[in-house]
């Protein structure tokens, strides 16, 4: 079993920047985040690989969200720049082996999701 704690989420005006973290209390694998708008299903954000070496994301952010990870502190950061209010959503971490599982929803373990709201 693999606990995953999010942090770093808030309200945030249009424009802005939030980092979020992800802390995972074994090693894992390849880390990602997906996302939930009110209404919407959750759907895929970004992912990282072991390495650091294959990242993907979604059209929609690419350019203004860049991930990264700690392998040495089992984390994962989200750097979200450039907010924009169809941004906001619960954001949820998650942990999938190999990434392109992670990349299709297969998901192992999920976090409990941190809110991120962007204001107009």
């Known amino acids: 079993q693999v606990h995953l704690v999010e942090s770093g989420g808030g309200l945030v005006q249009a424009g802005g920047s939030l980092r979020l973290s992800c802390a995972s209390a074994?090693?894992?694998?390849?880390m990602g985040w997906f996302r939930q708008a009110p209404g919407k299903e959750r759907d895929f954000v970004v992912a990282?690989?072991?390495?650091?070496?294959?990242?993907y994301y979604e059209d929609a952010v690419k350019g203004r969200f860049t991930i990264s990870r700690d392998n040495a502190k089992n984390a994962v950061y989200l750097h979200m720049t450039a907010l924009r209010p169809e941004d906001t959503a619960i954001y949820y971490c998650?942990?999938?082996?190999?990434?392109?599982?992670?990349?299709?929803?297969?998901?192992?373990?999920w976090g409990h999701g941190t809110q991120v709201t962007v204001s107009s």
């Open positions: 990282i690989d072991y390495e650091g070496e294959k990242i």
């Open positions: 998650a942990v999938s082996h190999p990434i392109a599982r992670l990349r299709t929803g297969d998901i192992a373990y």
């Open positions: 074994g090693s894992v694998y390849a």
